[in-house]
Every structure is written in C-alpha cells, then in structure tokens.
C-alpha cells in the first residue's frame, strides 16, 4: 500500500524568505510523485511531478522538488517566497500516471509580509 | 480548450436525501475518478472509470455509486446522505489508463448536508 506523510500541517514564512515543504512517501513500486496546490473555493492544480526521469523537478510558478529515494522523501522548495504562493499544498502518491491518487493530509503555506 | 467541468458548484441536502454530482473530463480524455475532501484533509479516492468501465474503487460504502457515459462524461451518486458526508467532491480526468500523464482536477462540488 502507499502513502504520504507531510510533516507540518501550518507552515508560515516571511515573503522573499525560502520555502519548504516536506513530504515522506511509501510505496512498493516506484513511485509516480505528485505536488498538487489548493486556493481557497477552488480545486487542485498541479505544481509539478516526478516519473522516474530526472530527480530534480521544475514546476510552475518557481517550485521545484527532488526525489531522494534513499530518504523516500520529495520535498517541495521554491527560493523566495510571494505573497500569492499562500495556499494549501498536497503531496501525493501513485504506481502510475493515471492511477488513483494517494494524497497527504495537505500542508497549509502562510506568507507574512 | 475547457477544463475539467463539474456541476453543482455548491449543493445542500438533509440526511437521508439522495444527491448526484456530474463531472465533464477534458476533451479526448477518457478517465474519469471521483475524490471526497473533507475539510482539512486531503482527497479521498472514490471511484476511477475509463471506456466507461470501473477501473478501481476505494474504501467508500455502498452508498456511493458512480458511473461514465459514451462521451466519457461522469456521474457520482450517493444515497441515504448522512452528516460526514459533508466534503468537497473532486472529479479528476486524465488519458490513457497506463499513461505517465497526470491527473487534472475540477473545481469540485461542495456538498452541505443539513
């Protein structure tokens, strides 16, 4: 069975400062990994993902993500911090593409000015 | 090109009402899954139909029913409404079933039940 831990369900950061957000997978196959972001009233849009290519991932709006088997962990950074980026992230888990989505419990970004 | 189309935006039922949720996926886009939010938890897998056919179900009673039409479009049903029904209903469509392109999301239907 798969599944995703992010650890901190609240993170606050200072805008212009880093941000990151931290995910823990399980999975026994290899992993398609997923950050999915969450404005307030609106549904889920893709920030980026992994498929077994190239370990560090580029995403929109300036995110990235590096999947480090060794600590089952893809991490969600993005160098400076805007006010915009406050929203709820989701890292989630699946054996493919198109398969059903194994989600964490979702960690909530506040940007302080 | 539209995205992914679900309707209602927001619905309230009482306990005990029957409720269905309609979801369009992206054209050419032949998979179409159901997901309950509930507030301040992450999406739930329901239900995953592609070529109109059940491909997965997750740990939902038999309350909740699904289904997918010719033009791929998709209807979620729930019956018998009890209170921690209450969620945001998410429809993902994405493409080949086997495919490494991912899922895209609606906007969801808040469902209240009162």
């Known amino acids: 069975a798969q599944s995703v831990t992010q650890l901190g369900s609240h993170v606050s950061v200072s805008e212009g400062a880093l941000v990151l957000l931290r995910c823990n997978y399980s999975?026994?196959?290899?992993?398609?990994l997923f950050w999915y972001v969450q404005y307030p009233n609106q549904g889920l849009q893709l920030l980026l993902k992994?498929?077994?290519?190239?370990?560090l991932v580029k995403g929109i709006n300036g995110f990235e993500a590096e999947f480090k088997k060794s600590e089952t962990s893809f991490h969600l950074t993005k160098p400076s911090a805007h006010m915009s980026d406050a929203a709820e992230y989701f890292c989630?888990?699946?054996?493919?593409?198109?398969?059903?989505?194994?989600f964490g419990k979702g960690t909530r970004l506040s940007v302080i000015a | 090109d539209a995205g992914v189309t679900q309707s209602p935006t927001h619905l309230i039922k009482t306990r005990g009402q029957h409720v269905t949720l309609r979801c369009s996926p992206i054209?050419?886009?032949?998979?179409v899954s159901w997901y309950q939010q509930v507030l301040g938890q992450g999406p739930q897998f329901i239900f995953q139909?592609?070529?109109?056919?059940?491909?997965g179900r997750g740990n939902f009673p038999d309350r909740f029913s699904a289904r997918q039409f010719p033009n791929y479009s998709s209807e979620l049903n729930v019956n018998a409404l009890l209170l921690g029904d209450s969620a945001l209903y998410l429809c993902?469509?994405?493409?080949?079933?086997?495919?490494?392109?991912?899922?895209?999301f609606g906007d969801g239907t808040r469902l209240s039940i009162l």
């Open positions: 993902a469509s994405g493409t080949d079933f086997n495919s490494n392109q991912p899922q895209h």
């Open positions: 999975s026994s196959v290899p992993p398609y």
């Open positions: 992994y498929t077994s290519a190239a370990t």
């Open positions: 989630a888990v699946s054996d493919r593409g198109n398969t059903p989505l194994v």
């Open positions: 054209s050419g886009h032949k998979s």
């Open positions: 139909y592609y070529e109109k056919e059940e491909r």
